[in-house]
């Protein structure tokens, strides 16, 4: 009995020396990027295919120029990024025709693609124009976090929508995202309340953000999936409630519509790269 307690003393030790090492080194990373001057990155850029020009892309900061931004982080999908694309810039261009007033853009980020993901952007900047559609190259592979954020700070929407190249969300349902964001916004801001808002006040002005969720559909999420896909999303769930506390479920998708004012805190201040960045803000209580 004395060697069992022994053993189970033994392995506490050694898990609270992991995990306060695993904490040390994050915060030692965490310094070192925020003072660190090679942290300091260069001004993104967007190619024109037709001039073959290499032009600055706005920042998050700027005054928003259009209505709505589609992000859509891209890594080797040469493939599935064209059937996506294709159902985009139809709905877009449809709601603009009966709506002169709605104004969009969609960013393609190419995340150091190895196939032919950059030429297929490319053929749908030429195709819409570099006003429309622009697509921006980070070059060598940095994560669909880092593709995400690169879009939010250098898009130019009031509106902001991250979405996948995949097309597995209708992009015809951001428009649930969108009314969700205005009703928020007239409640608890009096936008459009024409004795107490300001005329010139707009909806990129409030920090709203509205996320698409799939917390109806888990069941079914769980008999198409591969097992081993399960195995992992349940081990990562496992570590969510050892290390944040029980009641938080993962049940957002790469669905999510910010106000321009949301975005500017939100992704100025991510420090993940990778997909977890992308999911940081995806559990609802």
Same mark, same amino acid.
């Given at each position: 009995?004395?060697?069992?307690?022994?053993?189970?003393?033994?392995?506490?030790?050694?898990?609270?020396?992991?995990?306060?090492?695993?904490?040390?080194?994050?915060?030692?990373?965490?310094?070192?990027?925020?003072?660190?001057?090679?942290?300091?990155?260069?001004?993104?850029?967007?190619?024109?295919?037709?001039?073959?020009?290499?032009?600055?892309?706005?920042?998050?900061?700027?005054?928003?120029?259009?209505?709505?931004?589609?992000?859509?982080?891209?890594?080797?999908?040469?493939?599935?990024?064209?059937?996506?694309?294709?159902?985009?810039?139809?709905?877009?261009?449809?709601?603009?025709?009966?709506?002169?007033?709605?104004?969009?853009?969609?960013?393609?980020?190419?995340?150091?693609?190895?196939?032919?993901?950059?030429?297929?952007?490319?053929?749908?900047?030429?195709?819409?124009?570099?006003?429309?559609?622009?697509?921006?190259?980070?070059?060598?592979?940095?994560?669909?976090?880092?593709?995400?954020?690169?879009?939010?700070?250098?898009?130019?929407?009031?509106?902001?929508?991250?979405?996948?190249?995949?097309?597995?969300?209708?992009?015809?349902?951001?428009?649930?995202?969108?009314?969700?964001?205005?009703?928020?916004?007239?409640?608890?801001?009096?936008?459009?309340?024409?004795?107490?808002?300001?005329?010139?006040?707009?909806?990129?002005?409030?920090?709203?953000?509205?996320?698409?969720?799939?917390?109806?559909?888990?069941?079914?999420?769980? =008999?198409? !999936? *591969?097992?081993?896909? %399960?195995?992992?999303? &349940?081990? #990562?769930?496992?570590?969510?409630?050892?290390?944040?506390?029980?009641?938080?479920?993962?049940?957002?998708?790469?669905?999510?519509?910010?106000?321009?004012? =949301?975005? !500017? *805190?939100?992704?100025? %201040?991510?420090?993940? &790269?990778? #997909?977890?960045?992308?999911?940081?803000?995806?559990?609802?209580?």
């Amino acid at each position: 009995m004395a060697f069992l307690l022994m053993m189970v003393e033994f392995l506490a030790a050694l898990v609270l020396i992991v995990l306060f090492g695993l904490v040390s080194v994050t915060v030692f990373k965490a310094y070192r990027r925020r003072h660190n001057n090679a942290h300091v990155e260069a001004p993104a850029i967007f190619e024109d295919p037709k001039s073959l020009k290499q032009v600055p892309c706005p920042y998050i900061f700027d005054p928003a120029e259009k209505y709505l931004s589609l992000i859509i982080p891209a890594f080797n999908e040469e493939h599935r990024l064209p059937g996506a694309l294709d159902e985009t810039m139809n709905y877009l261009q449809q709601r603009a025709a009966k709506d002169k007033s709605f104004s969009y853009e969609v960013l393609i980020v190419d995340d150091g693609s190895r196939d032919g993901t950059k030429r297929v952007a490319f053929g749908f900047v030429k195709k819409y124009g570099v006003d429309n559609v622009r697509a921006i190259l980070l070059g060598r592979n940095h994560g669909k976090g880092e593709a995400i954020r690169k879009g939010m700070l250098h898009s130019r929407g009031e509106l902001l929508l991250m979405l996948d190249a995949d097309g597995a969300t209708k992009v015809t349902d951001l428009e649930k995202l969108e009314n969700q964001i205005h009703a928020v916004a007239r409640k608890g801001y009096h936008c459009g309340d024409s004795e107490t808002s300001d005329t010139s006040f707009r909806i990129s002005d409030i920090p709203i953000v509205a996320f698409g969720s799939r917390a109806h559909l888990e069941e079914k999420a769980l =008999a198409t !999936r *591969k097992w081993y896909r %399960n195995f992992l999303m &349940k081990g #990562f769930h496992l570590v969510v409630v050892l290390t944040a506390g029980p009641g938080i479920r993962d049940t957002q998708c790469g669905f999510k519509m910010f106000t321009r004012s =949301a975005a !500017r *805190k939100l992704f100025t %201040n991510i420090r993940l &790269k990778r #997909f977890a960045s992308s999911d940081t803000c995806s559990f609802a209580h």
